[in-house]
């Protein structure tokens, strides 16, 4: 089947049509439909899907069973995300495939096209929760006392998918990943040709910020007599901007919990999530180490209280430069970039795996948003690239 086909059906399945936008949170009816649309895909195809107790799945072409390259991405998005952000990764892979089966190449090792489960953490809160359960780094344990925002535990996620949260675990799946290399859609601007190679992954931290105060009258409580957490926060969130401007790094508060959350009372309690990234990590810890000290000036003055627990933390992570340089020479010096964007290849390349990683072209530099976009032309472009990568790694 053509890309364009392919991405036609496969960017239909859960549209919302007032924003565009997708919403796709682990195991939800939308990740679930548009998982399905992929496994019908691969019956198509006549691959051998193999999956794991958290729902990771990886469907092969090629007679052996043994250790392969596998390419792939994600089918989960952000809350109201861009149609490319992981899909465009497990098309092109599906595309890939039919072009080189129509040019009758044979692959001399499996071809593997993988679609990971929860990558972005949007109902968990935790990125990459398939890739690191499934690579260890995660134990089944602490994976299985999270809980979605209305209180789903995930174990119940899995029940209602019809998974087995008993088999949740390390995952057989990456005994066969001798190689593993993703496609994805840039996410920022620094991409000017239509398809490049990865460096690196920037350090990445999610940070929950508890801001506690004293709930009050807003009509009768006095300016001087308040304990307003709100303050403290608002402070703390200009403070992340301007130190990570001075630091060349990123900070975002983009969730915010209020409580009571009254129009007419002072908050008692203001809870919100830090995502912070910089280019390395003794860069993101004094970043964070500097928020933290203007944060704490600011709740002394306020009489408020902060307490800072980190979510996740994710290391840098090099990819490793012979496979990269691999990569560039089969697509004729194509550029080599590094990303602020966490991704599932970075938890196979910590765990040990040869990983790369494939970017096309965003013109805009928005994603995590409706508005993400890749022309076609580029698209095709990344489809050709995967190609011509599958084939070297796999011949
Ligand atoms: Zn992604």
Same mark, same amino acid.
């Given at each position: 089947?053509?890309?364009?086909?392919?991405?036609?059906?496969?960017?239909?399945?859960?549209r919302? #049509?007032?924003?565009?936008?997708?919403? =796709?949170?682990g195991?939800?009816? +939308?990740? =679930?439909?548009?998982? %399905?649309w992929f &496994?019908?895909?691969?019956?198509?195809?006549?691959?051998?899907?193999?999956?794991?107790?958290?729902?990771n799945?990886?469907a092969w072409?090629g007679?052996?069973?043994?250790?392969?390259?596998? +390419?792939?991405?994600?089918?989960?998005?952000?809350?109201?995300?861009?149609?490319?952000?992981?899909?465009?990764?497990?098309?092109s892979?599906?595309?890939?495939v039919?072009q080189?089966?129509?040019e009758?190449?044979?692959?001399?090792v499996?071809?593997?096209?993988?679609?990971?489960?929860?990558e972005?953490?949007s109902?968990?809160?935790?990125?990459?929760l398939?890739? =690191?359960?499934? *690579?260890g780094?995660?134990?089944?344990?602490?994976?299985?006392? &999270?809980k979605?925002?209305?209180?789903?535990?995930?174990?119940?996620?899995?029940?209602?998918?019809?998974l087995?949260p008993?088999?949740?675990?390390?995952?057989?799946?990456?005994?066969?990943?001798?190689?593993?290399?993703?496609? %994805?859609?840039?996410?920022? $601007?620094?991409?000017t040709?239509?398809?490049g190679?990865?460096s690196?992954?920037?350090?990445?931290? $999610?940070? $929950?910020?508890t801001?506690?105060g004293?709930?009050?009258?807003?009509?009768?409580?006095?300016?001087?007599?308040?304990?307003?957490?709100?303050l403290?926060?608002?402070?703390?969130?200009?403070?992340a901007n301007?130190?990570?401007?001075?630091a060349?790094?990123?900070a975002?508060f983009? $969730?915010l919990s209020?409580?009571?959350?009254?129009?007419?009372?002072?908050?008692s309690?203001?809870t919100?999530? !830090?995502?912070?990234?910089?280019?390395?990590?003794?860069?993101?810890?004094?970043?964070?180490?500097?928020?933290?000290?203007?944060?704490?000036?600011?709740?002394?003055?306020?009489?408020t209280?902060?307490?800072?627990?980190?979510?996740?933390?994710?290391?840098?992570?090099?990819f #490793?430069?012979?496979?990269?340089?691999? !990569?560039?020479?089969?697509?004729?010096?194509?550029?080599?970039?590094?990303?602020? *964007?966490g991704?599932?290849a970075?938890?196979?390349?910590?765990?040990?795996?040869p990983? /790369?990683?494939?970017?096309?072209?965003?013109? +805009?530099?928005?994603?995590h948003?409706?508005?993400?976009?890749?022309?076609?032309?580029?698209c095709l472009?990344?489809?050709?690239?995967? /190609?011509?990568?599958l084939?070297? &790694? *796999?011949?």
């Open positions: 089947m053509s890309f364009e086909s392919l991405w036609a059906d496969e960017s239909a399945i859960g919302n #049509p007032d924003t565009g936008g997708y919403t =796709r949170g195991w939800s009816p +939308t990740e =679930r439909e548009a998982t %399905h &496994l019908d895909q691969c019956a198509a195809r006549g691959l051998t899907v193999e999956s794991d107790g958290i729902g799945l990886i072409w007679a052996s069973d043994g250790p392969g390259v596998v +390419t792939g991405s994600h089918l989960d998005s952000v809350i109201d995300g861009g149609a490319f952000d992981g899909p465009l990764g497990v098309v892979a599906l595309a890939a039919d080189l089966r129509a009758g190449f044979e692959p001399g499996p071809i593997g096209i993988g679609a990971f489960v929860e972005e953490g109902r968990f809160g935790m990125p990459c398939g890739s =690191r359960v499934a *690579a780094v995660l134990s089944a344990e602490k994976a299985l006392q &999270l979605d925002r209305a209180g789903v535990g995930l174990g119940e996620a899995l029940e209602d998918a019809g087995d008993a088999r949740v675990g390390p995952s057989p799946l990456l005994r066969r990943m001798g190689t593993f290399v993703e496609l %994805h859609v840039e996410q920022g $601007r620094g991409l040709a239509p398809v190679v990865a690196s992954i920037w350090p990445h931290g $999610r940070f $929950r910020f801001f506690g004293e709930a009050n009258h807003a009509g009768t409580t006095l300016m001087e007599d308040r304990h307003d957490p709100m403290t926060y608002a402070m703390t969130a200009l403070a301007k130190q990570a401007r001075l060349g790094a990123r975002t983009g $969730r209020v409580e009571p959350n009254g129009t007419n009372a002072v908050p309690q203001v919100a999530w !830090l995502d912070a990234r910089a280019a390395d990590t003794a860069t993101l810890e004094s970043l964070l180490a500097a928020i933290i000290k203007q944060a704490t000036e600011r709740a002394e003055r306020d009489g209280t902060l307490e800072v627990t980190p979510e996740s933390v994710s290391p840098v992570v090099d #490793p430069a012979g496979l990269r340089d691999r !990569l560039v020479n089969v697509l004729d010096g194509a550029p080599v970039l590094p990303t602020g *964007a991704h599932d970075g938890v196979f390349s910590d765990a040990g795996i990983t /790369a990683m494939l970017f096309v072209r965003n013109p +805009t530099g928005i994603s948003s409706p508005a993400e976009y890749a022309e076609l032309d580029d472009a990344g489809v050709d690239a995967l /190609a011509a990568v084939k070297d &790694l *796999a011949k």
